[in-house]
């Protein structure tokens, strides 16, 4: 949800000017209020500062959308996610159309992911509880093995999609659904490409247990994130993405940055240990 979401986030003026998009649904709080002393803040602090008010809903829901998926401090992120659902229901509950009752669905989920272990598998929260084992360097090959699995396939989903609009197009295809209100972005040919290389970069990775190859891996997820946010609505975007593109290329970043911490301590307890065996044959 919070990925897909983040979409139609569109900065500079977040639907200020056209009386669209997150601005129109912040009004909807002063509207058609739920809550009064909510529609109060709404209509004196948040309105005439909206600008503020814009970047930060899209860096909250971002932030929430990448710690969920690369299970990165869940428990933390579940508060947050309580808290922005909170939000947006007293900002839109009792607007037309709306679903009230959904609100309370999205906050029951969270609570759900604050009160239960949900990070055991294939989770940047449980490559660090084995680490803290002593299993590092296996975690962390399993899980960077993992999202270039995930990784690669997108990009062969998004190499598919890319040929449902010009190749090169400044809005790519969507992997996804627009009905259904579901995607993992949008990628021309040469987000496609980008996806690869940091798919190959993982898994290279992940078979070689190599720090470098992450670290190399996160530092071009971030770049082709940071391309995205600095172009769009701006210029053409190179990739072909949008701010849900941004945050997939962000989950490729968290995960690598994670494992490459560890995946570059499996060369050092390998030296350490192979300098003990020969001390003690010496």
Avoid at 79 to 94: D, F, K, R
Avoid at 159 to 180: M, N
Avoid at 217 to 243: E, F, K, M
Wanted: glycine share 8%; hydrophobic share 55%.
């Amino acid at each position: 949800m919070w990925l897909y979401n983040v979409v139609w986030k569109n900065p500079p003026d977040f639907g200020r000017n056209s009386d669209t998009g997150l601005y129109y649904f912040t009004r909807a709080a002063v509207d058609h209020p739920v809550f009064p002393p909510f529609s109060w803040v709404v209509e004196h602090l948040v309105l005439p500062n909206f600008l503020i008010f814009g970047w930060l809903t899209l860096v909250v829901e971002t932030v929430l959308a990448v710690l969920l998926l690369t299970g990165t401090f869940v428990r933390v992120a579940a508060l947050l996610g309580i808290a922005q659902s909170l939000a947006i229901g007293l900002s839109v509950a009792e607007a037309p159309g709306e679903w009230p009752w959904s609100y309370f669905m999205m906050i029951g989920i969270h609570v759900v992911l604050l009160c239960t272990w949900s990070t055991r598998y294939f989770a940047v929260d449980a490559l660090r509880a084995q680490a803290r084992k002593g299993n590092g360097p296996p975690a962390a090959a399993s899980l960077l093995r993992t999202w270039g699995i995930v990784l690669a396939l997108l990009g062969i989903a998004a190499l598919i999609a890319s040929f449902q609009t010009d190749r090169w197009a400044s809005v790519g295809g969507l992997v996804g659904t627009e009905d259904l209100e579901i995607g993992l972005g949008t990628y021309n040919l040469a987000g496609v490409i980008a996806l690869l290389v940091i798919a190959a970069c993982t898994l290279a990775a992940a078979i070689r247990g190599s720090g470098v190859l992450a670290y190399a891996a996160a530092a071009l997820s971030v770049l082709a994130a940071v391309s995205i946010y600095l172009q769009s609505s701006r210029t053409d975007v190179w990739l072909g993405g949008t701010n849900t593109t941004a945050a997939v290329f962000l989950c490729a970043a968290v995960v690598s940055m994670a494992a490459a911490r560890w995946l570059g301590r499996s060369h050092d307890l390998a030296a350490s240990a192979s300098n003990v065996t020969h001390q003690g044959s010496s």
